[in-house]
């Protein structure tokens, strides 16, 4: 998956996101993720509208509140990485793992905005009527861009495990749209979900 590759589905120029980016608060890097764009090497890419920072040991909400197990152990991996879990029994979540090797912090892409690879998407969500939908929601961004356990762990700075983030030069918001965080029973009140306002695709709470 080179940058040329990339650029000719985008048309436009784009550069991978470097670890360095990852590497910090998650809180910092769920708004500055807003309009990068997560690609899949089989062509199908969606824009990043909407995220939630998950922030470890500090938070009781994010898997990783209790430490290290079986199930969340990527989360406490190297920067870059993707923890991919299931939920609810039938879904998968995806999160870029941030901050430091250890700590065990995330964001989670909760919607996309399609960009390439539609007739993918609907092959792979064939109940969603309307395009909007095919990533609105972050269970169903993972189906429509083919995200399941066999992603668990996989280096998006890398790219080796077929997926990557990348910039291809649309800024994130000025002002983002920010809320608190959607479907939790914990910390329930931290303002930690961002979004484009106005965006059709975001999901969860006020798009406004």
């Known amino acids: 998956m080179t940058p040329d590759f990339i650029a000719s589905l985008l048309g436009r120029p784009a550069t991978v996101l470097p670890r360095g980016f990852f590497a910090r608060d998650p809180r910092v890097v769920a708004p500055e993720l807003l309009n990068k764009v997560l690609f899949n090497a089989d062509g199908r890419s969606g824009r990043i509208v909407e995220t939630e920072a998950y922030c ?19 989360m406490f991996g190297q920067p870059g990485l993707l923890y991919v ?17 250890g700590e065990g912090v995330a964001v989670l892409l909760r919607a996309l905005a399609p960009l390439t690879g539609l007739a993918a998407m609907r092959a792979a ?4 009527r309307r395009d909007r939908d095919l990533c609105r929601g972050p269970a169903r961004l ?5 995200i399941d356990g066999t992603q668990d762990g ?3 700075v890398e790219g080796t495990g077929g997926f990557t983030i990348v910039d291809d030069g649309v800024a994130p918001p000025l002002e983002p749209g920010a809320s608190p965080r959607v479907g939790i029973t914990r910390a329930v009140d931290a303002p930690w979900r961002w979004f484009v306002p106005g965006d059709r695709h975001v999901s969860g709470q006020s798009r406004a």
């Open 56 to 74: 470890g040991a500090a938070d009781p909400a994010a898997h990783s509140w209790r430490g290290r197990t079986a199930r969340n152990a990527t």
């Open 85 to 101: 879990y299931f939920t609810y029994g039938m879904h998968w979540c995806c999160n870029p793992v941030c901050g430091e090797e």
């Open 125 to 128: 969500r064939p109940g969603c």
């Open 142 to 146: 993972c189906r429509a861009l083919g």
């Open 154 to 156: 996989i280096d998006l």
